[in-house]
């Protein structure tokens, strides 16, 4: 099997660049050859094709003019796709192709919505409210079978009209490495990685820390990513007294230095509300280094187990909940940091994952052929050990992506 692979790649500042430089060689140790496309230049030929679709224009959109000329598996690392589809259209000044996407997913009055932003009469909804109008089915429309991360999105494909296969596989792990902590400290030290906007709830964390901070006065919070342009950090930071000897800021970090920083946290923090269906590879890390991890209870995150991460509600108690979070998780971290490492060796091992990919890949590339042996097989050796009520094992088979 050839495949053609379709994804950003590192030096790019992506989540997605460092997924796909993290699952391409174990597809290529798997499968008879594996070819990276390229940006403007001829797409590769193949057996089936890859495609790694998130919502960035710049990062995607050569992708998506791909995937209109040579259909293949989908890998949708998020289920709202507004700016993308925004980006691919008004941003090459295809108005047409923007109202088209509006009418699919919504019907007349989302093409009239889509006029609205055209004249300028309405906000621009991928800044306001793309949770709302996720535009997704312009991607779905050209998938043959998609490959998502989370219950949260196959339920957004399926309730946009997706009828395809889709295969649920777990966000690959980074294979456990030594990793030297900073020199950073704090009592607790608190870590929050990424780009910090509203939407990771930063406003909140702040709060919450600041209560913290009222019964341990040791502890520190590293905010370490780019803040949003229209988002002042700085000043929200002086209204609530976090100075110096609070904060420790780093924006964007080299690899090396953003797993020894997450090493050195006692408890690292992921929120964000709304969701956009993301899988998040900063929690998988931090999880993958066994520490206590709060994150918000929406999306994929509300899937993760309970013993694994403390999850925080969106409601008027948030940052009073995020304070009481921060205390009990410094003080049960051996425990939660054991369950951590546990999960991700058990469900994100990077060869498994790495494994059912190829499963997919190689179903999409033969059809319905691989499918019907393969639950051939299931049949014969169901009946070899005498399995007469095949409910259980019939949801496995689904799980697993196998019907």
Known sequence: MKVAFYSPLPPSRSGIADYAALLLPALRSRVDEVVVAERGKRAPRADVSLFHIGNEPEEHGWIVDALREQRGVVVLHEAVLHHLIAG?????????GYLNAMERDFGVAGRLLGLGVLDNLLPLLWETQPERFPLTGTILDLADGLVVHSRYVETAARTLGYDGPIWRIPHPAWPPHEVVPADVHGDPLIGCFGYLN????IPALLEGFALLREQRPGARLALIGSPAERF??????????????????????????LWSLMAACDVLVNLRSPTMGETSGSVIRGLGLGKPMLVSDVGWFSELPDDVALKIPVDAYEAATIAAALELAAARAGELGAAARSYVAAEHDLGRVADRYVAAL???AAG??????????VAEAAAEVGIEDTTELARQVREAGLA
Request: glycine share 10%; net charge negative.
């Open 88 to 96: 691919i259209t008004i941003g090459r000044g295809d108005g047409r």
């Open 362 to 364: 190689e179903t999409a």
């Open 198 to 201: 509203v939407n990771k709830r």
């Open 232 to 257: 002042d950090l700085a000043s929200r930071l002086e209204r609530l007294g976090l100075g110096e000897e609070a904060i420790l800021r780093e924006e964007y970090v080299p690899e090396e230095r």
């Open 368 to 377: 319905d052929a691989v499918a019907d042996r393969v639950l051939w097989r």
